[in-house]
């Protein structure tokens, strides 16, 4: 099954597809949204070997330029050095402001490609080619791009969509357990902010498919739609986010896989809700217990208190030092922008540290 979705944004609105075996029509994808001449096909050690080869010959079939630049692995790549890195391959293969770059592969490749694209020349397009699960029900839709500095995640960075979207769900064969699992964290997070009936689904079946993947997107594009730059609604896309960027910093860089993280932050956030929100003790464990049959982790050691809460401190989503949480009052719904007493956050991570 092919599915299409559109992220509805006036002029700069543009197509999602996702369905089995379409990697090779990615060529004439790009031509068909008015995509030109040279293009930067941006992809790590890990895909390249698997599809840096199909991509390439679609889009020098379909009449393309592209040239490969292959990157290390992994969440350290999305780092200032790999940034200017791009400039110069930029640079070198003549890009001007009518060609454009393709991320191919997971959160980090497409992050990193995506601000290159936003900040070379201004700004020229791209095009996201998600491989892990993760990247395509979350980071490859919405535009947010981005790099990590030492002192916090996604600190730098700017919106900036995509042309296009296309995702092969036969990328997933290749992707790790650990990959998939994380990735689940995130159509976990649909659920509980905004669709009850999905994450009931998730409680019975995580089988994954072009149908479950859509509904995600559907989801992002229409919060996208009613806020794109995140003033308001789009806020209810962090939940579990402010926990899982601390825990990711502190305990450094690939340690944990952002899902992994994000999960930990969802249970941190969930019983949060149950002391602020009126979030159900039941419904707090059903969160939990979903996550553990993903085989994700509820909880985390050796993370020290003082170390998180100064993570949080530099954390986007902060004012005035003072961290802001999405918080749910039931699963399908959530409120964004709720402050929460610093005894509160100590004493529930607490509780989930030990």
């Not at 992707?175 to 689940?184: D, K, S, V, Y």
């Amino acid at each position: 099954m092919n599915c299409d979705v559109k992220v509805d944004l006036g002029d700069r609105s543009y197509p999602i597809h996702i369905g089995s075996g379409i990697l090779t029509s990615l060529g004439e994808s790009c031509k068909a949204v008015g995509l030109k001449g040279r293009c930067l096909v941006v992809t790590d050690e890990n895909v390249a070997p698997l599809y840096g080869s199909q991509v390439f010959q679609s889009l020098e079939k379909a009449g393309f330029k592209p040239v490969l630049e292959i990157l290390p692995a992994g969440e350290t790549t999305k780092s200032q050095a790999q940034l200017m890195n791009l400039y110069s391959k930029a640079a070198a293969h003549g890009l001007d402001r009518k060609c454009f770059m393709v991320a191919l592969g997971g959160g980090v490749i497409g992050d990193l490609t995506g601000f290159a694209a936003a900040s070379w020349l201004r700004g020229i397009c791209f095009v996201q080619v998600p491989t892990s699960l993760l990247a395509m029900v979350d980071s490859s839709v919405g535009g947010k791009t981005g790099i990590n500095i030492p002192q916090g995640k996604n600190l730098v960075g700017a919106f900036h969509q995509p042309e296009l979207v296309l995702m092969d769900i036969d990328t997933l064969k290749t992707l790790p357990p650990r990959e998939l699992a994380a990735g689940m964290a995130e159509v976990v997070k649909y659920g509980v902010i905004w669709d009850s009936e999905l994450f009931r689904k998730l409680e019975q079946d995580s089988l994954v498919d072009a149908g479950l993947i859509a509904r995600c997107c559907e989801i992002k594009a229409e919060v996208v739609g009613k806020d794109e730059r995140e003033s308001g609604l789009r806020g209810i896309l962090n939940f579990g986010h402010t926990a899982a960027h601390a825990i990711e910093n502190v305990a450094g860089y690939g340690e944990f896989l952002h899902g992994e993280a994000v999960a930990i932050g969802m249970v941190y956030a969930a019983r949060l809700s149950v002391a602020l929100k009126g979030l159900s003790e039941e419904e707090s464990a059903r969160i939990e217990k979903v996550l553990t049959q993903l085989s994700l982790p509820v909880g985390v050691a050796g993370l020290e208190w003082k170390d998180i809460r100064a993570a949080m401190a530099v954390d986007k989503k902060t004012v005035g030092g003072l961290p802001k949480f999405v918080l749910a009052d039931r699963i399908g719904h959530v409120e964004f922008g709720c402050e929460v007493p610093e005894e509160l956050l100590k004493e529930v991570w607490n509780g989930i540290s030990q």
